[in-house]
């Protein structure tokens, strides 16, 4: 566009130059000189867009999935003694989630864990596994204490019931539970012993190691932020990674697709 608009100030500047008479035809010495200085001028400022133009940051572009290393995800995303399973055990198909308990995505996306789940009943079940954000602490990981310890008493119905429940009352990025609420209480809403609880959630050691490892796990098959998600298929060590909230629908069509391949 400014290839266009030079030229038309340079008729305009030449316009606005002439002297017009009705009589005088004498060529003016004077007028020849200041257009010329006029001329040379928007030359130069033609130079300077031209360079400002070369000098222009490149278009960010989308960023590169990592490369995930097959094998090494096989045996990253087998179940482990620490996993809570939701649903069949010997269902075909796991949906894996590295998750934050903080995390607005997170609460979204736990809304299309529970589609599936209810979609998909004998054929997937789910896991979840801890991957708080450092900017969601220390509330994540105190999250993630709380649930392993719902675990601890009443395995998969009291870990998921907790995580269930705090993602559907509680405000993500560290707003909370409402009306002054604690986890505590929470916890004795769903059933949970809360004196045990309390004891529990009041240590905490061996959850911050579990979280340690399932962070640098996590991060070796790809997981940089939350949710991070693998559908997995334990027999074949086949996956899929799910990148983000993604809808019900983008999931469901992952899962026809390796249902499909069984």
Avoid: W
């Amino acid at each position: 566009m400014k290839y266009f608009l030079l030229p038309a100030l340079a008729m305009l500047a030449l316009t606005g130059c002439q002297v017009v008479g009705p009589t005088d035809t004498t060529p003016s010495t004077s007028n020849d000189a200041a257009l010329e200085k006029i001329m040379a001028q928007l030359e130069a400022m033609n130079d300077k867009i031209a360079e400002l133009e070369k000098a222009k940051p490149a278009e960010p572009t989308a960023p590169v999935a990592p490369t995930i290393d097959a094998e090494k995800a096989k045996e990253i995303l087998a179940l482990k003694d620490t996993d809570y399973i939701q649903g069949a055990a010997d269902a075909p198909l796991t949906l894996i989630e590295y998750s934050d308990f903080e995390c607005p995505f997170c609460k979204r996306f736990h809304e299309t864990v529970g589609q599936v789940m209810a979609a998909y009943d004998g054929k997937v079940n789910f896991i979840f596994r801890h991957f708080p954000l450092s900017f969601h602490e220390p509330n994540a990981t105190e999250m993630a204490i709380a649930v392993e310890c719902a675990g601890d008493q009443k395995g998969s119905e009291g870990f998921y019931a907790l995580a269930d429940e705090y993602y559907t009352q509680a405000g993500m990025n560290k707003i909370g539970l409402p009306d002054g609420k604690t986890v505590a209480d929470l916890a004795e809403e769903v059933g949970l012993d809360r004196a045990a609880f309390e004891a529990c959630t009041a240590d905490g050691a061996a959850t911050r190691e579990l979280i340690k490892t399932s962070i640098a796990e996590a991060s070796q098959i790809g997981v940089q932020g939350t949710p991070g998600s693998f559908l997995f298929n334990p027999k074949t060590g086949d996956f899929v990674s799910i990148r983000g909230a993604q809808p019900y629908a983008n999931v469901q069509a992952q899962i026809e697709a390796m249902l499909g391949d069984l």
